[in-house]
Structure formats: C-alpha cells, structure tokens
C-alpha cells in the first residue's frame, strides 16, 4: 500500500508541474485557474495514469498483486475528483466548444457520455476490487478495460484537434489529452502481450 502511495503522489506531482508549465508557463491561461481548471488537467492525467499503471504492473518484474489494487483504487479516487472538478467549472466560459446558444451540443454530449460511462466501470471495478469475492474479482478486468476504452474515446473525442498541431503546442509540450490517450495506449498493449504470451 505504501509503494502504490508513493507512486501515486509523485504522479500527482509530475503531473501538476507538467500542467503548470505548458499552461501556464508556456501557455496563455492566468494563474488565478491553477486552484481548478489546471489542477483538473493533471488530476485527469493522474487517474489515467493510476489506472493504466495498474494494468501494466503486471508486466512488472515486481507483480505486487496488492500494488495493482490500490494503484486501481487510488487512480478511481482521482477520476472521482476529475469529475467533481469538471462539474464545477462545466459552462460556456471554460469549454465555449461544448455550447451552442448556452446548451450542449451533440459532439460535446457525446464527449462527456463516454466520460461517464468510463466513471461507471471503474466504479463497478472497484466496487469488485473491494468486495473481492471469487466471483466479483472476475469482473474487475472486464470492467477496467471497458472503461479504459470509453476514456480513450472521450479523451480522443475531447483532444484530437490539437494532437494535429505540433508546432502551436505550448513550450511544444504535447496536450495533456495527448499524453492520457497514450498512455491508455500502452496499457492495452502490454494486455494484447501479456494475451500472446500466455496462448504461445
């Protein structure tokens, strides 16, 4: 439990300062939205992170079932934060992209859907995680890769505009987005590995 503490604060804390630098630092966003526009950023990246390191543990030479759990545990407690972040600051002022005439549009609708959806499996995956039953258990890879996959969709659907424009990226630091779909990216594959292995 202390390693996957210690873990999770130092990628809090990386993540924080990555937000900081790109948006703040090298970017144009005012200092006074660290407290939550900025810090949501990383928080977002953390839970992502946090989750997909769970399932990339076991690829680990160190495969510490219990560090999975809590890094599972700890990055669904983040996403919990992620959401209540977003809810606070969800209006035309922060995210004009999501609103048409003061009501969500179609795409953005479609965008935070799969974010809920996302939030709903991890929910059910640690709901399994702590129950731990020998039925509940079997769930819990169902469900965090299911909701991997709906936070991949929303972060591609939220980002995947300026992933096209490298050279406009502040400090040329790519997208928060960008490096959360990534990372999502390398826990499917170390699971499409750890697959191969197994049937050879």
């Not at 130092?10 to 630092?25: D, K």
């Not at 299911?146 to 997208?175: C, E, V």
Request: hydrophobic residues 55%; glycine residues 4%; contains cysteine.
């Amino acid at each position: 439990m202390k390693q996957a503490m210690n873990i999770v604060a130092v990628t809090i804390f990386f993540s924080v300062l990555y937000a900081v630098l790109r948006y703040n630092v090298f970017g144009d966003v005012p200092w006074e939205q660290l407290p939550i526009y900025i810090v949501n950023k990383a928080i977002s990246l953390s839970a992502i992170f946090c989750i997909s390191l769970s399932v990339i543990w076991s690829k680990l030479p160190s495969n510490d079932v219990h560090v999975r759990k809590f890094l599972g545990l700890y990055g669904f407690v983040l996403a919990i934060l992620h959401v209540l972040l977003s809810i606070m600051i969800l209006s035309p002022e922060y995210y004009s992209s999501f609103f048409v005439d003061k009501k969500l549009y179609f795409f953005a609708s479609t965008i935070l859907l799969c974010g809920a959806l996302a939030f709903i499996f991890f929910l059910l995956a640690a709901s399994c995680s702590v129950i731990a039953t020998r039925i509940s258990v079997s769930y819990i890879s169902v469900c965090v890769s299911t909701g991997m996959l709906f936070a991949a969709a929303h972060i591609f659907l939220r980002g995947q505009n300026s992933w096209k424009t490298p050279f406009d990226w502040y400090g040329y630091m790519p997208p928060i987005s960008l490096v959360g779909f990534a990372t999502i990216i390398m826990a499917f594959v170390s699971k499409s590995v750890k697959k191969t292995e197994e049937s050879s």
